[in-house]
């Protein structure tokens, strides 16, 4: 099955092809560590997750080659390291462990590389100087900076007149610059703050250089697909794609770029002075990652997300449903199987994340047919293909009892059980008073009690 992907520079939806079937490459733009991460940050980690594990299935797991950078020299991380007395390390690694341990809880993989600015100095340094060298960049005040003018498809990636990004975009304004969207390759650090050596003084690397560095030491000089964030498009990918191509005198720098749309907040942007800035850090206290991480896909990579209460609730019901299935098929084994070609049709097709879940439903409903018809092999098989196709997204790897029971120990289980029992009877014989009470019973335990077609179950609340 052909994977189709909607390629920002080309404008459309294109066949994906690799330049290597045997090493197909992805860069996606990483974390800057300074602070605990933002739910916005978190959405193209779930969504290149997904084409990874997509690219893994059906080129080999050995045969993908993810890397996903780490800026760890910035402005914001100079001031937290000088305001807490310590090395910009000690900030770093705190901020990239709890990256880290946000994005394990929302199911990520880890890249397959995760290269850091700082120990890319060398190669920074180096490629600036191809740049000087070649005329495309040029030292003035203690800066590098790259000549914008000197790239005839400067504008090509974000399609954009460059009056026109210069007015959208900060832009910097500097009396050295030779034209306003000319941008800084190198600068000179400010007292106090780290610096290393180059020839044109101390100081440190621009944001962008960054990553042109990474890839070409990473990953290689041409590489098959490049993402992101869709702020990122202008000024951080064009500017990598012109330092990157001048560099090296080649025509491209990525075959396929990628972005994913923004993500709002109840229909407004996410912002610090609106006081609606989300953390996942501080959402996972409460929230099952799996639920966070199908809230983030529930609407397709490329469009915006409204991200509301309602959203979470209706993520967690969603897996409630299927984890449901499964733990009323828990003795029956699954079957050997491939995901669905549905499912497998719906993420060939630029990552449509929505019709793939749609079609995990279709299967949960087949499970549960079979199971009241006792149909153990049908059972098994829809079982299997539910859980291959849910495992392609990242879904529905926990164990069904201990998805809904959560840290309940054996004496709350017999209690539970019970009630739900007694409560069943009561319902039976028509005594509501009784089943209510019973019910608001359960819910002084903690229990959330879920009614169905197949009778009810239980979860605890989270």
């Keep these: 099955m052909t ?27 990483g974390p800057t560590v300074y602070n605990h991460a933002h739910i916005g940050n978190f959405r ?9 594990r997509l690219l893994r299935h059906v080129y080999g797991e050995d045969a993908v080659v993810y890397a996903r950078n780490v800026t760890d020299v910035d402005d914001k991380i100079n001031a937290k390291a000088t305001a807490e007395g310590v090395a910009i390390k000690v900030i770093t690694d705190r901020y990239l462990a709890a990256y880290h341990q946000d994005a394990d809880a929302l199911l990520a993989l880890r890249p397959t590389l995760e290269p850091k600015a700082t120990e890319h100095m060398g190669p920074i340094v180096e490629m600036i100087g191809k740049l000087v060298d070649n005329g495309k960049a040029y030292a003035a005040e203690g800066h590098v900076l790259f000549d914008t003018q000197a790239f005839p498809d400067y504008g090509q990636l974000s399609g954009r007149d460059l ?36 020839p044109w003084g101390a100081g440190r690397p621009g944001w962008h ?84 991480r199908w809230a983030l896909l529930s609407g397709h990579y490329r469009q915006p997300l409204d991200w509301t209460p309602e959203l979470i609730e209706q993520s967690r019901k969603a897996l409630d449903r299927l984890y449901g299935a499964l733990r009323r098929a828990k003795s029956i084994e699954a079957g050997e199987s491939e995901p669905s070609d549905e499912v497998m049709a719906a993420l060939s097709d630029d990552l449509n994340t929505p019709l793939a879940v749609s079609g995990f439903f279709e299967l949960s409903s087949a499970i549960e047919r079979a199971v009241t ?16 196709s849910a495992g392609l997204l990242g879904f529905l790897q926990a164990d069904p009892d201990a998805w809904f029971e959560g840290d309940a120990d054996d004496d709350l289980k017999a209690k539970v059980e019970d009630l739900l029992k007694r409560r069943v009877e009561a319902r039976t014989a028509k005594d509501w008073t009784a089943a209510d009470a019973i019910r608001a019973e359960l819910d002084g335990l903690g229990v959330v009690v879920m009614d169905g077609p197949a009778g009810a179950t239980w979860r605890m609340k989270d």
């Design 3 to 29: 994977i189709k992907l909607y390629d920002t520079m080309a404008r459309e939806k294109r066949d994906f092809a690799p330049a290597d079937p045997s090493r197909v490459t992805m860069y996606v733009c």
């Design 44 to 52: 193209p980690v779930v969504a290149f997750d997904v084409l990874f």
């Design 163 to 198: 009056d026109d990004m210069i007015a959208g975009a900060r832009v910097e304004v500097a009396p050295y610059k030779r034209h306003p969207a000319d941008f800084v390759l190198w600068k000179p650090s400010k007292e106090n703050e780290p610096e290393w050596d180059s």
């Design 209 to 292: 250089i960054e990553c042109s560095a990474m890839i070409d030491k990473a990953l290689g000089r041409t590489i098959d697909i490049h993402g992101g964030g869709i702020d990122l498009t202008f000024p951080h990918h064009e500017n990598e794609l012109a330092q990157s191509r001048c560099a090296h005198d080649q025509p491209v720098l990525a075959n396929y770029w990628l972005h994913n749309g923004f993500l709002d907040m109840s229909g407004e942007k996410m912002s610090k002075s609106l006081g609606n800035v989300i953390i996942p850090h501080e959402l996972l206290e409460t929230t099952p990652g799996e639920v966070i």
């Design 373 to 388: 018809a006792g149909d153990e092999p049908a059972i098994a098989a829809n079982k299997g293909r539910l859980l291959a």
